[in-house]
């Protein structure tokens, strides 16, 4: 395993960690392979202790087979690019962000914060693609969007969301609102609603210039359930 912290991994191969392939709460990773992890693949997690100004920033970088998430991240600046993220036992992708407390925890992220993904592909996992736990947010704080740009999301499954899924806080938590744009949404699956996407029903999302196909829930909305 790694603990990055105010650097760079550049170009390495990190396998079979037996817990986290990758700890940073101030790095980058790029241009390496993160595999068979045995909980999270990249871990950007910081509660119980108060970071308000954390960085990750993943490129050119394939995580896979991690036994629990493939990337988790509450980092203030997350920018996430060129990867391929898959077959994780949980979700691909699993952002927290939280400006105010939760069941006990500090604060997780404020709302200040900036979270894209861009021009990666996220497949084969199975508890949603890209998962995303937005809590209790103060609406008197800057709203910037969650931005998925230019990605393929297949193949994966979940309850609720099977591509993408904003469905971990309750339908009283606000959303900063996620932008889907440019992006292919297909064959994922949902043993609840929206196989393709779920959003609770008080968020703002918008989805342009998409494709979304092929997906399949056991409830409510095949492809998109807002």
């Known amino acids: 395993a790694v603990f990055l912290m105010f650097g760079a991994l550049d170009g390495f191969t990190v396998s079979r960690a ?12 790029c241009n390496s392979r993160i595999e068979f992890s045995g909980a999270n693949g990249i871990d950007s997690y910081t509660t119980p202790r108060i970071v308000t100004n954390s960085t990750l920033v993943v490129s050119n970088t394939i995580v896979r087979k991690s036994g629990g998430l493939g990337l988790q991240t509450s980092a203030v600046d997350t920018r996430i690019d060129d990867c391929l993220i898959t077959e994780s036992g949980s979700a691909g992708v699993q952002l927290f962000q939280n400006d105010s407390t939760f069941s006990g925890n500090a604060i997780m992220v404020p709302r200040v914060s900036n979270f894209w993904i861009k021009a990666s592909t996220i497949s084969s996992n199975l508890n949603t693609g890209i998962g995303l736990s937005v ?26 969301g099977g591509g993408i899924a904003d469905a971990w806080a309750t339908v009283n938590d606000g959303s900063s609102g996620v932008r889907v744009n440019r992006c292919m949404i297909r064959r994922n699956r949902a043993s609840g609603n929206g196989g393709g996407v779920y959003f609770h029903g008080n968020r703002s999302p918008e989805i342009r210039y998409s494709v979304i196909e092929d997906n399949v829930s056991a409830g409510n909305g095949g492809g998109v359930q807002m």
Do not use: M, W
């Not at 037996?18 to 990773?29: L, Q, Y």
């Open 18 to 29: 037996p817990r986290h392939g990758v700890k940073s709460e101030f790095g980058t990773v």
């Open 135 to 160: 809590f209790y947010f103060n609406a008197q704080l800057p709203v910037l969007p969650i931005l998925i740009e230019d990605c393929i999301i297949e193949d994966n499954s979940g309850g609720r």
